[in-house]
């Protein structure tokens, strides 16, 4: 980590109708870091990660990445994209495509790479989250864990410099979990910039570097992971925790 600001949220407000789902959110990413947001359900975990691929708009405030302000259309809304790679609970794989092709598929379709360069790095990046030996299959061939990291493979393939990750275990059968939050914690310990919405709490104790709670659409408290998991300060974090801890 550097201390050097990559991500910045300001004041970000958004509603959907009269929900106010985002509200004077306030959030300021490292280079490096790892930031784990968790928070009950709706509180708008998955809107502040879309807000921040400016998937969704937002109503006020301002959202920076690497210094600049978020574009809002254009080519420079697909470069800020390509910068930011988003990991869903569903992999969203394209289903006609072999694993290979589907992580090939960015760099030369909106990266203009040569087709035999993006393969050689598709491969790298195979072999790296485990799965090289899949290259020539189709998704609905792989596990669900194998999906994911396929899916982090190919958001990788685009050379982003932060990675968002909403949910990306939720999915899995419980056997696989361990495989998908192994890669994450690699990349964690390589340096990526990582947002990461998760019910995971050993990989928020593990590999997070802070720990952010969301709730009504507020980051009510944010702390390292030591402190928040042994000394959460609100009562909603208290509360979330003793259901969350007890299951
Ligand atoms: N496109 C939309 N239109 C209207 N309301 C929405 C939309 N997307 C989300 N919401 C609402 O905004 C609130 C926050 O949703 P969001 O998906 O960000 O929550 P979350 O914290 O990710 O929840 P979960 O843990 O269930 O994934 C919820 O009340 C949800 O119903
Ligand atoms: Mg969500």
């Known amino acids: 980590m550097t201390g050097e600001a990559l991500i910045v949220l300001e004041n970000v407000n958004k509603w959907f109708g009269p929900l106010h789902v985002l509200q004077d959110v306030d959030l300021s ?10 928070g009950p359900s709706g509180s708008g975990k998955s809107t502040l990660c879309r807000a921040i691929n400016r998937l969704e708009p937002i109503d006020s405030g301002s959202i920076t990445f690497d210094g600049r302000k978020l574009p809002a259309e254009g080519r420079a809304l ?5 910068e930011v790679g988003m990991v869903f609970q569903s992999f969203n794989l394209f289903a006609h495509k072999t694993i290979l092709q589907n ?5 030369v379709k909106v990266r203009g790479e040569k087709p035999a360069a993006a393969r050689e790095r598709a491969m790298s990046l195979l072999e790296r989250v485990g799965i090289a030996s899949q290259a020539d299959k189709f998704p609905a061939q792989l596990s ?8 982090i493979a190919r958001a990788l ?14 999915a899995l059968d419980p056997e696989m979990v361990g495989e998908v939050l192994d890669v994450m914690t690699s990349l964690a310990k390589d340096g990526m910039t990582m947002v990461v919405v998760t019910h995971e709490m050993g990989f ?7 720990v952010v709670f969301m709730a009504d659409g507020q980051l009510v408290e944010q702390a390292s992971p ?11 974090a208290k509360d979330f925790l003793s259901k969350i801890l007890t299951h």
């Open 204 to 210: 928020a104790r593990h590999a997070a570097h802070r």
């Open 157 to 170: 393939a685009m050379q982003p410099k932060a990675l968002l990750f909403d949910e990306p275990t939720s």
């Open 144 to 151: 669900g864990g194998q999906q994911q990291r396929v899916a």
């Open 103 to 107: 992580v090939m598929l960015g760099p």
């Open 78 to 82: 697909a470069r800020l994209r390509s």
């Open 226 to 236: 030591a402190e928040f998991f042994a000394n959460p300060k609100s009562d909603r």
């Open 29 to 38: 990413v490292a280079r490096g870091e790892v930031v784990v947001v968790i």
